[in-house]
Structure formats: structure tokens, C-alpha cells
């Protein structure tokens, strides 16, 4: 597959690192942003590779000249005006034949580019697009995407933003099959998302494949600082899905929101003082962040798969604004005791998702490659710390909530804490 990296528009504004260069020559730790990108394509046996370059490109030009010294194939455009972020794929538009990446080139970035592309073709998408939360939805386009992770929508930062959101931003990457080719017909300035995502979501399919891998742009000189550390820490390389990642799942109910009897309405949650500034912890370490939990209230009927959806995009808007986020939420809908006025039939069967079973687990596993023997389980009751144990994570009860004392299974957790923060600062020290 071909990439095409966008190393056009202006120089950088991190005036303090260098003057008057292009953005995708911008150092971190002595290499351009745009060589990390081009080596790490590369180990994906992804070669040929096409640089739009434009304002300051000659330098992009005289450093990468043909990519010989990298051992791939370089070839460019040059985009005499600019013509924002998509007009230059005109130039392209007759030589791409096949379906093919386009990745912004101030990005530092570590994929797992053929996992993206096997995504890509399971879907039969148009576009697909690596989506991520980030600490700043708030002011971050979204992203709404249904169960199959198909594109139904796309709210806009400029928009008035009156809801509860889900956390679920672009990150400036994508694969692209020619068709979305088609919205160019002529070299004008364009915007690649205004006029090529957003009609193609109605039109074409668009997917979102939501993945942990480290991608993020270094706008300003603290995110870069922030960006070099984590490079020379060697955080981004294993922040590649082809590597075991570790992880803190958490339980939700009693562990992040009060309990309020059956929580089955967003009025109910209600988040447990700490709760954001520990995930702000999880975030700033290695570790993913994953809700797991239990929600039989839709089985019985008291609350519906939409409403479910509201309570979870709750939570998800409160720990945004704190800074906070959870890199995915996975729950069970079942219940296994019929006899419920109003309850949903076919959910109620035995499933292999219900804690103590470890489905959801597995799930999780399979879709961010999880070690589980580095992993831990946070939650409130023996129902946690027995799915912690069942799936060969380490487990800490807390005492909030119900305290541990459901009584439902005889388990001793590695540790005990007061709160979802104590338990947190507890891993970090270990
Ligand atoms: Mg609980
Ligand atoms: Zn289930």
C-alpha cells in the first residue's frame, strides 16, 4: 500500500525549537517528525511513500531526496498555492489505483499499520479513520460512530454542544480507497475533513477504528516537550498495538459513581470525589483505562440500550472536562433469572460476559492486545475481585460503594484501598 503524507502548510510556531522550518521537519530527539513516521511505516512493509510538500518544502526535498537512505521509495508533489488540507490529492487523484494511508505529517505517531488495514477490509469502508478519546474533548471535533463503528455523524467544536457526549475524536489519520477521491474535481483550496469525511459518511462509509496506539501533533511547546519525553522514554514505541499492553480495568458502578439504587437514568450518576484525577493518573502512565461492567438493568427492562449510552457519555463528558478519559467501556446487557415485568427476553440467558465471567475481558484482549498477567482489576465488590482472578489480573477491592461486602464469593484481593485514587496511586508505586 501506498502512504501519502501531508508535509505541506506552514512552518512551525514553536518558535523556541526552530525558525522557519516545516512542521514535519520539526526535531524530536535529533530526527525530523516526518523520518519517525516514514521509519515507522516502513516496519509495517509500507515503502512507497508520497510527500505533498508546499511552503519551505525544498527542505523536506533536499533531506528525504528519492528515500534511498531509509530504503523506501519517495516520491512528491509540490502544492504551488496552498490549497488547505486536501487540494493537493488532486495531483494524485489519477495515479492511486488502490486503496492507500494519508497521515498528516506533524504527527508523532507508532502503528500497527497492518492491523488499521485488516479493520479497513473487514469493514469495506470508503474511509477509515483512527479515532482515540483525548483529554480535551470539549474543545475537539467528535466523532459518532454506531456499535459496528461505522460513522453516523461528526460534531463539529464550533458547534454549541448542549449533551453528553462520547469521547471519541480524529486523529489525523486515515485509509482512504480512491472512490473518496471522487468529491475532488478540480486543484482548490479544500478541507479534508469539510469536504471529503463528511460527505462520504452519508454516501460512501466511513468507520472508525478506535485504537490506544500513540498518535499526537505537538501544537505547542509543552506538548512537544511532552512528545520528546515520552520518545526518549521509549512510551510511544510500546504503545503499538503489536506490543502486550497493560491495563487497569475498572468496575463502574460504586467504583467511579456513587450507587443509587439501580442506576438506570443519567440523573443518577453522580462520580466519587478523586474518580477523575486517578483516571488523569492512568492516562499519564503506561497503562489503558477500561470500564467493565455488568448492566443487567437492560435485560430487566429498566433502561434501554439508548439510555444506557447517555449515562455512559455522562461520565465520559465530566472526566473530559476534568482532563480525564477511558480508552473504551464494555458492558454485559444481560441477566440470567427470568420473571422480570418488562424485561427484554432475549437477553436473559446465561452469557460468558457477566462477572465473574470474563468475556468482556477477553473482549477487551482481543481488541488492544492486553496482557492480563500485567494488568490489574479495580471494583467494589467480591463479583470484581473473582473476575480479576478468573482472568489472571491482579485485584483491588475498594471501599467505597459496597464496600466488598456483597457476600457473593469467598476472595481475598491483593490489596484493599479506600478509593478508586488510593488504589491507583498504589499501582503506580508498585
Ligand atoms: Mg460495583
Ligand atoms: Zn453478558
Known sequence: MIAVIMAGGKGTR????????????????????????IINLKKSGITDIILIIGHLGERIK??????????????????????????????????????????FGDLMLDVDWKRMKCFHKEKG?????????????FDSDLIIADKNNKVINWDSKHNIRDYYYKNLVNSGIYIISPIALKYIIE???????????????????????RSTEYVKDMGTLERYEAVSSDYSKGVIKRKNLKNPQKCIFLDRDG??????????????????????????????SEYLCIIITNQPVIARGECSFEELQVIHNKIETILGKAGAYVDDIIFCPHHPHSGYKGEVKELKVNCNCRKPNIGMITDAVDRYNINLEESWFIGDTTVDIQTGIN??????????????????????PDTIKLNLLDAVKHIMEV
Not at 520539526?26 to 513516521?37: F, I, R, T
Not at 496552498?82 to 492507500?100: M, S
Not at 469502508?125 to 483512527?130: G, H
Not at 456513587?258 to 492516562?283: R, S, T, Y
Request: a negative charge.
Open 14 to 37: 514553536l518558535k523556541d525549537i526552530a525558525v522557519d522550518i516545516p512542521k514535519p521537519m520539526v526535531p524530536v530527539c535529533n530526527k525530523p517528525v516526518l523520518e519517525h513516521q
Open 62 to 103: 533536499e533531506y528525504f531526496k528519492d528515500g534511498r537512505k531509509l530504503d523506501v521509495n519517495i516520491s512528491y508533489v509540490i502544492e504551488e498555492t496552498p490549497l488547505g488540507t486536501a487540494g493537493a490529492l488532486y495531483y494524485i487523484k489519477d495515479k492511486i489505483k488502490e486503496d492507500f494511508f494519508l497521515i
Open 125 to 137: 469502508a470508503a474511509i477509515t479513520l483512527l479515532s482515540h478519546p483525548n483529554s480535551h474533548p
Open 187 to 209: 486543484p482548490k483550496k479544500m478541507d479534508f475533513e469539510k469536504h471529503i469525511v463528511i460527505p462520504a459518511i452519508n454516501e460512501l462509509g466511513v468507520y472508525s477504528y
Open 255 to 284: 467504583t467511579l459513581n456513587e450507587l443509587d439504587g439501580f442506576i438506570n437514568n443519567n440523573n443518577k450518576i453522580k462520580l466519587i470525589e478523586g474518580v477523575a484525577d486517578a483516571i488523569k493518573l492512568i492516562n499519564a
Open 391 to 412: 482472568a489472571g489480573t491482579k485485584t483491588i477491592l475498594l471501599l467505597t460503594g459496597e464496600k466488598g461486602q456483597d457476600g457473593k464469593y469467598s476472595v481475598v
